[in-house]
């Protein structure tokens, strides 16, 4: 079992910076990859960038690329998503979650646990 709480989450002016955290606890959470999603509202939720469970690949959607840094902690307690250069279409409720397969980590379904989420308002 593995538990997730994000937390960082914030109002932000288009141009700013946030880190967002993930504080996992559960044994054997240092061998599942993570992944950050978020969800605006009347949207599905969309996948934003992911780290295999050894750190040496990283994943990320094209629009966020270039602007989010997806990490992890050597001890892989705790991921952070490093979020630059916001613009208001960053604005969701972003949830962070672990999987133990690297198959599908671009996709929801594809991962085994999640967090509660943390709200991210980037105002123009």
């Known amino acids: 079992q593995v538990q997730l709480v994000e937390s960082g989450g914030g109002l932000v002016q288009a141009g700013g910076s946030l880190r967002l955290s993930c504080a996992a606890s559960?044994?054997?959470?240092?061998?599942?990859?993570m992944g950050w999603f978020r969800q605006a509202p009347g949207k599905e939720r969309e996948f934003v960038a992911a780290l295999s469970w050894s750190g040496d690949s990283t994943y990320y959607a094209d629009s966020v690329k270039g602007r989010f840094t997806i990490s992890r902690n050597r001890a892989k307690t705790t991921g952070y998503l490093q979020m630059n250069s916001l613009k208001p279409e960053d604005t969701a409720i972003y949830y962070c979650?672990?999987?133990?397969?690297?198959?599908?980590?671009?996709?929801?379904?594809?991962?085994?646990?999640w967090g509660q989420g943390t709200q991210v308002t980037v105002s123009s």
């Open positions: 559960g044994r054997t959470f240092s061998t599942y990859a």
């Open positions: 979650a672990a999987a133990a397969s690297l198959l599908t980590l671009r996709v929801p379904a594809g991962y085994d646990y």
